[in-house]
């Protein structure tokens, strides 16, 4: 049955969608036909920036390439209609691709300026260039011809549009829920944490481009089509608010919410239109309000409404959901043996201020090393070195006896590095499951060619990943937080998705960093277990820890760290007699009897 719903629902929308023409008279077959070519830019929009998190005010350019591209080489150059449509898009892909180059320099409302000011670059060459017939624009476009059919009826161009539509629409909905469009949503919520789970956000954030320019594109193609005359107008930056506030009053960050926003707006537009002063004014008014108040959006309202709903019916009833238990790994022999990670000399300042200085150790495979010292001693410092996030300025680090120094997040990540942050970065838009799906998804970004030329084989992985999600879903005891986002979820279950998730990358060296922050004793006792089951399993674990007692039970050796420096490097009994440690921790006095200690007080 709840298979059937939706199967049945989209019958119903493609019925009505098909007859629609049949109740329309001209004007508003017009004003359907320009609403559906908006809902294509609204889709392309909301890729970008709401899947992706790439601010592009842009998308306007991408729609005038894209149209007088197909006005140019039709008119001017005299190509025949779809050729001259081929080309155009192909031209609006390219132009992404040039936006999307400031992208990889600046982010937030630095690239909203950079993409602003090339829309403006945009709508200034067509006044201007001969070529694009200045103010006056390009008239005289061919009708597309089409094995007899007359497009120059705006009821028959709607179903050419329909069906192109609906190419488009099923399309983007394929990438925002497989690997793709989840790691773009990963990037979109921490980009730095998604490079750390091996996501190239370079090459994340062109696709992205890459992607609006397509649906820009194909919007100006099928414009040109319908209208058959451009003219600097249309693609106004007055245009590129209008579509703004659509995927906004939508809802950007769902496709089907771009699209009923876009289709909305434009049917208001109509209907305003001789009001069009105030109606810009009330567009206005109405974005600020959304943003402030539903920054989801009308495709949020459903969500907003269940959680008051069940609000009303009990309070109670989110008290339910309980944390299982963790199911031990099985034990496996050391991969390789030897030597895991080793950090020679190594060095970090940041502008004179010294965080490490000549630090050496060495973790042997299938070992748990424990890195302690006082608030500020460079323990996160290190992790940041050996997880690629800092280049060191002195010394190096060798992974299984290779030099890793420059290497970027996502590569260490496909060498076995995964880690944790000690102020939990988990992806707070996307599900638990969702944030152990992008982990567990260990392709490199070009393998999205797949998504052109063989789709079933990113289904197949997809399912797969799936099955492999439910796998460490159960494994770590959290099947009734699954599908909840985890910046609703208390502070010990976030910890535990978050070693759900790098474990997920089956990594060789797993680092954790405080991941008894925050945690009840009970909790701290099932992290210890957790954490010797995964070393059981032949995975090398360094693990930061200010509570002593877990330190002392857990680590097989323990390096201290004090103002950037190490002082003592041994076994948790000998280290914790130095002299220099115990002096190193005079000023919380009592530390290395910590073992009565509460956690939390500690970690403060
Ligand atoms: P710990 O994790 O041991 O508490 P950190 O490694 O976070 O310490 O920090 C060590 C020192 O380096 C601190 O003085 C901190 O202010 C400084 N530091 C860390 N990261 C940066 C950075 N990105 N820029 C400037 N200073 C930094
Ligand atoms: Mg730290």
Redesign the pocket.
């Known amino acids: 049955m709840k298979r059937l719903t939706p199967v049945v629902a989209l019958v119903l929308f493609a019925a009505a969608a098909w007859l629609l023409p049949y109740g329309l008279d001209r004007y508003a077959i017009h004003v359907v036909d320009v609403a559906v070519i908006f809902a294509l830019l609204g889709i392309g929009l909301g890729l970008v920036m709401g899947v992706a998190g790439q601010i592009n005010l842009a998308q306007v350019a991408f729609f005038g390439i894209g149209a007088y591209a197909c006005a140019i080489l039709t008119t001017r150059a005299g190509l025949g209609f779809w050729v001259a449509a081929a080309l155009a898009v192909l031209a609006a892909v390219v132009v992404g691709l040039v936006v999307s180059v400031p992208a990889l320099r600046v982010q937030s409302h630095y690239l909203g300026i950079v993409t602003l000011g090339l829309a403006l670059a945009f709508i200034n060459w067509i006044t201007n260039a001969a070529l694009a017939g200045k103010s006056e624009g390009i008239s005289d476009l061919p009708v597309p011809p089409m094995f007899g059919i007359d497009l120059s009826s705006e009821y028959l161009f709607y179903y050419v549009e329909l069906v192109v539509f609906a190419v488009a629409l099923a399309f983007a909905l394929f990438v925002v829920r497989t690997p793709l469009g989840r790691r773009m949503r990963a990037m979109r919520d921490d980009s730095l944490a998604a490079g750390a789970l091996g996501a190239e956000i370079p090459l994340l954030r062109i696709t992205a481009f890459v992607l609006s320019g397509l649906y820009g594109g194909v919007a100006g193609v099928l414009y040109a089509g319908l209208i058959r005359y451009v003219a600097p107008e249309t693609f106004s930056v007055a245009n590129m608010f209008l579509l703004l506030a659509m995927v906004i009053i939508g809802g950007r960050q769902s496709i089907v919410g771009c699209v009923v926003g876009a289709l909305a707006l434009s049917l208001l537009r109509e209907l305003l239109v001789d009001f069009s002063v105030y109606a810009q004014l009330g567009y206005g008014a109405v974005v600020v309000l959304m943003v402030v108040f539903a920054p989801t959006g009308l495709a949020g309202v459903p969500r907003l409404v269940r959680s008051w709903l069940r609000r009303r019916k009990g309070r109670d009833e989110g008290r339910r959901a309980t944390l299982g238990s963790f199911t031990p790994y099985e034990p496996a022999p050391v991969r390789g043996g030897g030597v895991m990670l080793e950090v020679r000399g190594v060095g970090m300042s940041f502008k004179g201020l010294r965080a490490l200085d000549d630090v050496t150790l060495s973790v042997p495979a299938g070992e748990i090393r424990g890195v302690v010292g006082p608030?500020g001693s460079g323990?996160?410092t290190l992790f940041n070195i050996i997880s690629g996030f800092y280049v060191p300025t002195a010394g190096q680090v060798l992974l299984e006896g290779r030099g890793i120094g420059g290497t970027a997040p996502y590569r260490l990540s496909q060498l076995g590095v995964a880690r944790t942050f000690?102020n939990l970065r988990l992806f707070g838009d996307l599900t638990a499951r969702e944030n152990i799906l992008v982990a567990l998804d260990r392709t490199r970004t070009h393998w999205i060619w797949r998504y052109v030329l063989l789709p079933w084989g990113v289904v197949r992985h997809d399912r797969d990943l799936r099955r492999r999600a439910d796998d460490i879903v159960g494994r770590y005891g959290l099947d009734d937080f699954a599908d909840a986002q985890p910046k609703s979820l208390p502070y010990g279950i976030q910890r535990r998705i978050e070693i759900a998730r790098a474990m997920a990358m089956s990594p060789r060296l797993l680092l954790l960093?405080?991941p008894a922050a925050g945690l009840n004793d009970e909790e701290v006792r099932q992290l210890a277990a957790m954490v010797r089951s995964i070393r059981d399993s032949g995975v090398t674990v360094v693990i930061?820890e200010h509570h002593m007692g877990l330190v002392m039970s857990l680590c097989d050796q323990v390096t201290v760290l004090s103002g950037g420096r190490v002082i003592a490097d041994g076994p948790p009994a000998e280290v914790a007699v130095v002299p220099e440690v115990v002096e190193a921790y005079l000023g919380e006095a009592g530390y290395l009897n910590a073992e009565t200690q509460d956690a939390q007080e500690v970690t403060r």
């Open positions: 608030n323990k996160t000690q960093d405080e930061i």
